[in-house]
């Protein structure tokens, strides 16, 4: 019976592969990306709709500290019936 070398260096095939992985993420770095749409971008910028709405709650917040808002219940009443009607 002859034994013969062959495959000898094939003995253990996992550390070929892991040699390969630790070339290909060392030569090449990965960088994260990242992209606002133009739809997102509008949206960032302060409209005047959120610069009135600012103004209108800082208004109630006054009125609230000094005691002087008034809570109309018709209007209350009127609005919920429009939501549970729809």
């Not at 990242?34 to 800082?58: D, G, P, Y």
């Amino acid at each position: 019976m002859k034994i013969t070398s062959y495959g000898v260096n094939n003995v253990n095939p996992y550390n070929k592969q892991q040699q390969k992985l630790k070339a290909a993420s060392e030569s090449k770095p990965f960088a994260d990306k990242i992209e606002i749409s133009s739809a997102a971008k509008e949206m960032q910028v302060n409209s005047t709709v959120n610069t009135e709405r600012a103004e209108k709650v800082q208004k109630l917040k006054e009125q609230i500290a000094s005691g002087e808002y008034k809570v109309d219940a018709h209007k209350v009443a009127e609005d919920i019936l429009k939501y549970y009607r729809r």
